[in-house]
């Protein structure tokens, strides 16, 4: 009767809104991620640089920076002429700071965008989702996340954050020396945090120092009542909070409120100003380790890494109207530890590579990098200095 | 009659069946596409085309379970994540061969459904939603605290899948590796939904109470369609596992199941072609607006798309709640509207004389034409209606032919068939019915009457189990039903109407009398999906038509039923439950509503089933026509029996009267008398 | 055992905004037959709106009442806009529908105020340290307004006969009626009253929970599981459940794991539902869906 024709109808709306959204257009789709880089060794056009970034989400606090930080870099390299003539296309992926989001956008900078280096993620887990891929493809990737994993045995994933291990090594030290012999952890429940409480089981065996309670928290947690209640019956002499910020600083403040009362250190991961927004009050007297940027005023005339920290603070608060993080600073390295390596060895993901590996006494700001085939991390735990929340600001902690 | 010859195996006349020929076309018209979309898209449109492959399985799904089964799943994510993560993880942990691993993320979404769903689909509307909104929830946060599925990070680095030693490692191919997935899904999903179980869900959506009597099992078949439903999220899940590349807890998060439903919403809600739609547009409206809304508001990040889905949510079930497929039929419809026309002009004048032959004049004769050839009609029948066989006989009904619908005697002729002992509803301190007591004997009709507000109706809905008693048994066929289901009587050949018409709106004349048909069919949803069942239907169908036709209402078959006039509607439900070929009819009211011609006709009809051996229960407000036409009259007043015998016996009782018109028995017999003259 | 109380105590104060949630809740479910799913989106809304009032000079007092008269517009609005435009409001669609809402009310606050949490100014108000149990004002000021707000409104219902109108106008809209209560009328009652108790609990948690434009969506559903436990129609025993869910979550997340703490009123809520569909401490004659 007349329900058949009738029923044909929305299988041809289908097509028919199919055929038109599918304009017909140059790029092929069969071009897969298996013939090592993609186009991306093309000796002419733009050299593209792709970046995937916690620019929203629980990471935002880490990924906006470095988005700023990639944009201004971008646009000096530019127009200074590109690398070698070439111009320097930027490609900036939002994760949303989530896993499958990162995996995702590095399928798109590998397939459809065919980019010659990717900058990212932000955070552990999206950088732990995107190793898989980028070694699939062979192609050189520079995290700017921190936990030691990220590049662990990779033969094409670096990264520029301090490792976490060197930033325990520091707390612990330093506990240590105040004679602390019994410390708790409160830390991040992702990526960032996993693995700590080994870590520090282990470094402060030799230290003869104990980790007497464990707690984990959400980075997108606001109520950190539970865990900080649990800290204070942990019977510690010192407590280390290890997560990122907003969270690490709600948990600071949580802590003050339920009054615990034991020393903190904090990690590398609240080395910004939205550490204090977050914590307020309850920050005064934190420890952190962290690279010197945000103590770049008051570092010695002679430090190594002054001149270069001075300067990228002024571009960045000119363009931006605020002071760098950090993770600004991250990005910053792994941009011009990039750059520096396609200017001397081209875009062949190989040469690439081994140029990376061979950055030597690169002066950035989170550190001093020397990479090697071994080390795909570069700095030691000279990149770190003290600083102490005092007053709304990181200040360099006399030892 | 417009498609000369069907293309699919089994010829039909209503174009319900599988395998017609619409659907061929379409699918391959859809499978074309899926062939040269590869060469010609852009390469973000590939993405885009990629997504919607992987996320129109979960949406064929859901779409099931909205459209078909009537529940709003708010969790669909959760079964998405099931498949995506099993298969991950017995890809990466296992190093399970990819074949295996697929069928075990897709079984084991199902599994998980199946043991969620057992308990979850006794709950109704809301609840439902909201449980299975928590059971997402707790898949996600189940996912993210867990060693073994790698907690907040996941489960990454298994490979690409490979076919035949083809690596799947870019768009086009992963395009060509996922799409004859969802077009075997698609196929599926439309068998399903013209199957036997589809259309059963589909009644179950118009009234469950009308599927339930009839012998649908709607527990059971929700269950299953549950189930289903999550298969073909587990195989999405698969999918998005293999082109992701990660697996984490993001998968199960709420928003992807507030994407899927937004995908069944956009293409309407039960259209299986509208959930692929729905998934292409969804995913590019995403895309879209993250690129569009961001340059109309400066310093918008983040998951922008959100506006466009509320916006649409909303506006779509304000505007086009059918959604797409809604639409599309309806621009079809005005196409169409001036050819048939023209059509029906030229299909003579018989159509369309018939409607008011059948209410003026033909109501009374096609019984009597129907059912003269059948041998044991009795002398009752030729005496009751006299008057009928000098009627007229309307020219287009080929009535000659129909034969009395079959009916069920599994017990000789006044034996016991239905037993009801202490039957007694409460609620709260309201007696609603007192311990009531009778028992109706095989091939007679019983009245059963009583003033308003005596409890009849509950009565009649204790026994057919629409209603638990607070006490008493109902024994039917020896077996006790009180308590269960309609369905559990029903598929014994309990049989039932109703005073407030349940019709099946969604479906036509036919269709509702084929669900009459249900308790004899037995396809299920496997043989459903795999269109394995087109000569069982095609045989019930023929069955509902010859019904219809000797009913008279075969001129109105391919009408919607939701626009007969009230009084063919009626009729049309006594059809639907002779379709099932019942033992035990009951009939609430029937009369109410029908013209004097309608009423001798059904009067007439219901003696010769009597005749052919079939039990009737009557309810009835028309006192009258209950003492005509019944042998035994039960009356309740105020929840209690108060009287059960022969119509004279019972008319004669003074209790009877008393209750009926107030304490004056004298007035009372003298309006007894006047209102049967009426009748 | 202190820290069994400082739990506790964590527990009601959270347990409050649940419970201010879930009356709101009631209230639409009781008139209209419809879970709004938007509810717990309100007291974001209100939380963020009063954030942005004080932060342009506000006083505290005067930008938390303008917030909550917006929102209770906004929720009256909703209504008129959305949920009453449809004639056949099934389950179905109030739940797609009052979804979309939702939805729309997340974006647009994601657009207004960004993507990250805010917290308002706390109230004023001096922590307490009864026994080593730290008790932050805020916290009090939390179960403060839910005595003040939820008592009101269960005294409006079960004291004045607009409130005994309103609660029979579901099943019996002639009762309504003899109060002058049309039902349209009483539709946008139940939601003003949605709107107000959704509004009060997000500015009062806003200080110690933030308040963060994706936030509602639990917030709302905890609040459900709240009201479930009160058969969707006793406030009270809703009020309760509330408490319990807010202290047995705290538990969870001192005792057990704090990932797990979100976890626990689903599992509640799929128990509750299945074992005793018509809540925990009804009479069986309750309405039921």
């Keep these: 009767m007349h329900r058949a024709p009738r029923r044909l109808l929305v299988p041809a709306a289908v097509a028919a809104s199919l055929v038109l959204a599918l304009t017909a257009c140059t790029s092929s789709n069969f071009g897969g991620g298996d013939d090592g880089g993609g186009g991306g060794d093309a000796e002419e056009g733009p050299i593209k640089i792709g970046a995937v970034l916690d620019i929203t989400g629980v990471g935002a606090n880490l990924g906006v920076p470095e988005q700023n930080a990639l944009n201004m870099l971008a646009d000096q390299l530019n127009e200074d002429g590109g690398i070698n003539g070439r111009e320097v296309e930027l490609i900036i992926k939002d994760n949303q700071s989530t896993e499958d989001g990162a995996a995702r956008a590095t399928t798109q900078l590998i397939e459809n965008d065919q980019v010659d280096l990717i900058i990212g993620a932000s955070r552990t887990g999206p950088s732990l989702a995107m190793r898989p891929l980028v070694e699939a493809a062979q192609l050189p990737t520079i995290s700017v996340a921190a936990n030691a994993a990220i590049v662990d045995g990779s033969e094409w994933v670096f990264k520029t954050a301090q490792n976490d291990l060197v930033v325990l090594e520091r707390i612990l030290d330093d506990a240590e020396a105040k004679g602390y012999t019994k410390v708790a952890l409160a830390r991040d429940a992702t990526g960032f945090g996993e693995g700590i409480a080994d870590i520090i089981t282990e470094l402060g065996a030799e230290r003869g120092i104990t980790l007497t309670a464990t707690e984990a928290f959400e980075p997108s947690a606001t109520d950190f009542t539970a865990q900080m209640t649990n800290l204070r019956s942990a019977d510690a002499d010192a407590v280390i909070i290890w997560g990122i910020t907003p969270s690490a600083g709600l948990a600071q403040a949580a802590y003050v409120q339920i009054g615990v009362g034991k020393p903190v250190y904090q990690s590398h991961g609240v080395a910004n100003s939205a550490f204090f927004e977050a914590a307020g009050d309850a920050a005064e007297g934190v420890l952190a380790p962290m690279g010197r940027l945000l103590v770049a005023d008051q570092l010695p005339a002679d430090d190594p890494q002054k001149e270069v920290i001075d300067q990228f603070i002024a571009d960045y608060t000119e363009a931006f109207d605020s002071p760098p993080s950090s993770f600004a600073g991250h990005a910053y390295d792994a941009w011009k530890i990039g750059v520096a390596a396609i200017e001397e060895a081209g875009t062949d993901p190989e040469a690439l590579r081994d140029a990376i590996e061979n950055t030597s006494d690169f002066v950035g700001i989170s550190g001093v990098f020397t990479m090697t085939p071994e080390d795909h991390s570069g700095l030691t735990a000279e990149a770190l200095i003290m600083a102490i929340a005092e007053g709304g600001r990181w200040n360099l902690h006399e030892e | 009659m417009t498609l000369s010859k069907p293309a699919g195996a089994v010829r039909s006349r209503t174009g319900f069946w599988p395998n017609n020929r619409a659907t061929i076309i379409g699918v391959g018209i859809l499978a074309l596409i899926i062939l040269i979309v590869p060469f010609t898209a852009s390469s973000s449109m590939m993405n885009i085309a990629v997504f919607s492959m992987i996320f129109a399985l979960p949406a064929i799904g859901l779409s099931l379970l909205m459209g078909l089964a009537g529940q709003v799943s708010l969790g669909q994510a959760a079964f998405f994540a099931i498949g995506a993560y099993t298969h991950a993880i017995l890809l990466q942990k296992f190093e399970v061969h990819g074949v295996l691993a697929a069928v075990g993320g897709v079984v084991a979404a199902m599994l998980a459904a199946l043991l969620v769903g057992l308990p979850m689909l006794r709950l109704r509307g809301h609840y439902l939603a909201l449980a299975t909104l928590g059971l997402g929830f707790i898949v996600m946060i189940a996912v993210r605290e867990w060693e073994f599925t790698g907690r907040t990070t996941g489960i990454y680095g298994y490979g690409r899948p490979e076919v035949f030693g083809i690596p799947i490692d870019n768009n086009g191919l992963f395009f060509w590796f996922v799409a004859p997935f969802v077009l075997i899904g698609l196929v599926l999903a439309l068998n399903l939904t013209r199957s036997r179980a589809g259309r059963a869900l589909s009644a179950v959506n118009d009234s469950e109470l009308a599927a339930e009597s009839l012998g649908v099992n709607t527990y059971a078949l929700r269950v299953k369609v549950f189930t289903l439903s999550a298969g073909f999220a587990g195989l999405g899940g698969v999918f998005y596992a293999y082109q992701v590349q990660i697996v984490s807890p993001q998968v199960a998060e709420f928003h992807v199941s507030v994407e899927l439903l937004l995908m069944v919403v956009i293409g309407g809600l039960g259209s299986v072609w509208g959930a692929i739609a729905g998934a292409f547009i969804v995913e590019l409206l995403s895309e879209g607006l993250r690129d569009l809304i961001p340059a109309i508001i400066p310093g918008a990040t983040g998951e922008v798309q959100l506006i466009g889905y509320g916006l649409v949510l909303i506006l779509v079930i304000l505007l086009l709640p059918g959604g797409l497929y809604q639409a599309a039929l309806t621009t079809w419809g005005a196409a169409r509207r001036g050819i048939r026309s023209r059509r029906q002009a030229s299909d003579a004048a018989a159509s369309a004389a018939a409607p008011d032959g059948t209410d003026d004049s033909g109501a009374g004769d096609v019984p009597t034409r129907a059912f003269g050839g059948i041998p044991d009609v009795g002398a009752g029948a030729a005496s009751s209606t006299p008057t009928v066989a000098g009627v007229e006989q309307t020219t287009d009904a080929p009535t000659d032919e129909v034969t009395l619908p079959v009916v069920s005697t599994p017990v000789a002729t006044g034996e016991p068939i239905l037993e009801v002992r202490g039957l007694t509803k409460r609620y709260g301190g309201v007696v609603a019915v007192d311990d009531v007591s009778f028992s109706v004997p095989a091939g007679r009709i019983m009245g059963l009457i009583g003033p308003n507000g005596a409890g009849k109706t509950t009565c009649f809905n204790m026994i057919t189990g629409a209603i638990t008693p607070t006490a008493g048994t109902v024994t039917f066929l020896g077996r006790e039903i009180q308590g269960r289901k309609p369905h559990v009587g029903a598929e014994r050949g309990l049989t039932r109407t109703f005073q407030n018409l349940q019709v099946f709106s969604s479906t036509d004349v036919v269709g509702n009398v084929y669900m009459g048909r249900y308790r004899k069919g037995r396809a299920g949803i496997l043989r459903g999906m795999f269109g394995l069942q087109g000569r069982e239907q095609y045989t019930h169908e023929q069955i509902a038509r010859d019904i219809l036709d000797s009913m008279r209402l075969g001129d109105v078959a391919q009408l919607a039923a939701g626009d007969l006039p009230f009084g063919r509607q009626r009729m049309m439900e006594v059809c639907r439950a002779l379709a099932a070929e019942p033992a035990l009819l009951l009939l609430d009211e029937p009369m109410a509503g029908l013209s004097g011609r309608e009423r001798e006709m059904l009067a007439g009809l219901l003696r010769r089933l009597r005749d052919a051996g079939l039990t009737i229960v009557l309810v009835e407000h028309d006192v009258a026509q209950v003492m005509a036409l019944a042998d035994s009259v039960a009356v309740l007043d105020d929840g209690v029996l108060i009287a059960h015998g022969g119509p004279e016996a019972v008319r004669n009782d003074p209790a009877v009267i008393v209750a009926y018109l107030g304490t004056d028995a004298e007035e009372a017999e003298a309006e007894l008398k006047e209102l049967e003259e009426q009748g | ?289």
């Design chain 3, 1 to 289: 055992m202190i820290d069994f109380l400082q739990l506790t105590a964590a527990g009601l104060s959270q347990g409050s905004v649940y419970a201010l949630l879930a009356v709101g809740l009631i209230a639409t479910y009781t008139v209209r037959h419809v879970v709004n799913i938007a509810q717990g989106d309100y007291a974001t809304l209100a939380g963020l709106g009063s954030i942005s009032l004080v932060s342009a000079g506000l006083p505290l007092p005067v930008a938390i009442l303008i917030a909550l008269v917006s929102v209770t517009l906004a929720s009256v609005l909703i209504e008129r806009v959305v949920i009453a435009r449809v004639k056949n409001l099934t389950t179905l669609v109030s739940i797609i529908l009052t979804l979309g809402v939702s939805t729309l009310l997340q974006a647009i606050m994601l657009l207004v105020w960004g993507a990250e949490g805010r917290r308002l100014v706390a109230f004023p108000g001096t922590d307490l340290n009864l026994g080593g149990v730290s008790i932050r004002s805020q916290e009090l000021w939390m179960l403060g307004t839910l005595i003040v707000v939820g008592g009101g409104i269960l005294l409006f219902y079960e004291k004045t006969r607009w409130g005994k109108a309103l609660r029979a106008s579901a099943e019996q809209p002639v009762a309504a009626r003899i109060v002058g209560i049309s039902p349209a009328v009483a539709s946008v009652l139940a939601f003003a009253i949605a709107g107000l108790a959704g509004a009060a609990a997000g500015v009062v948690s806003s200080p110690i929970y933030l308040s963060i434009w994706s936030g509602g969506l639990l917030l709302g559903l905890k609040g459900f599981v709240a009201a479930v436990l009160g058969g969707l129609v006793s406030f009270r025993a809703a009020i309760v459940g509330a408490l319990l869910l807010g202290v047995l979550e705290s538990y969870v997340a001192g005792y057990v794991a704090s990932g797990w703490k979100d976890a626990v009123a689903f599992v509640i809520l799929i128990i509750v539902l299945i074992i005793r569909p018509a809540g925990l401490v009804l009479r069986p004659n309750a309405v039921r869906v």
